[in-house]
């Protein structure tokens, strides 16, 4: 396993990852993510995001070949972080010894030893889990749990930007693409097929 990352360079990682921040809240989920496994020197982190009735692991970093992104979400120790939406990040030594060895697949799958998780946050919901795993045993200090805060803080801004973005373009009734989506697909659309040098073809249907 990496050993963490010393106060001086982790204080300039963070430095980069937020000054390499763009547009796409999605590439910035990532960044967030790879930056917490990198920083706490994890096997494996995830920003495990809830929603309908899956758990889908929208940010990954270093996950191993094979790794199911998307499940039912009982059993998962990301999905108690969810439901209990603590402001603390949730701390599980020993998973071998613990229930959920038997019901979150990852455990016994990828031989996981510990799981530190912090709730994100989206407008005051629960939204999702930020969470290193690590193949041994290990106890994070009072600046890792802040790091995880900071960092889940961080993400759930990116989901309210994605929320935000996802209400100006439906209609607030029907939940359905409004003019502005169609405009700003249209436009995308016609510059893929400058681009490409291909046609562009438009179907318009007028339903009562």
């Known amino acids: 396993m990496p050993a963490r990352i010393a106060a001086d360079e982790r204080l300039s990682k963070i430095n980069q990852c937020f000054l390499s921040l763009d547009a796409d809240s999605f590439d910035n989920i990532n960044r967030f993510v790879a930056l917490c496994g990198e920083i706490l020197g994890a096997t494996c982190a995830l920003y495990n995001r809830l929603y309908r009735s899956s758990l889908f692991s929208l940010g990954q970093w270093n996950t191993p070949a094979g790794y199911n992104p998307e499940d039912s979400p009982n059993g998962h120790i990301c999905y108690d972080v969810i439901k209990q939406n603590s402001g603390s990040s949730l701390l599980v030594r020993e998973l071998p010894k613990t229930d959920y060895y038997q019901t979150d697949p990852n455990v016994a799958t990828y031989r996981l030893k510990t799981y530190l998780g912090q709730a994100v946050r989206c407008q005051r919901t629960a939204v999702g889990s930020l969470c290193v795993v690590f193949q041994e045993d290990f106890v994070p200090t009072e600046d890792d749990e802040k790091l995880m805060e900071v960092i889940a803080t961080a993400?759930?801004?990116?989901?309210?930007?994605?929320?935000?973005?996802?209400?100006?373009?439906r209609d607030i009734l029907t939940g359905l693409y409004n003019r502005r989506y169609f405009n700003h697909r249209l436009d995308e659309e016609i510059n893929r097929a400058e681009r490409s040098a291909e046609s562009l073809v438009i179907l318009l249907c007028d339903i009562d």
């Open 155 to 169: 993400i759930g801004i990116e989901e309210e930007r994605l929320k935000t973005s996802e209400e100006s373009v």
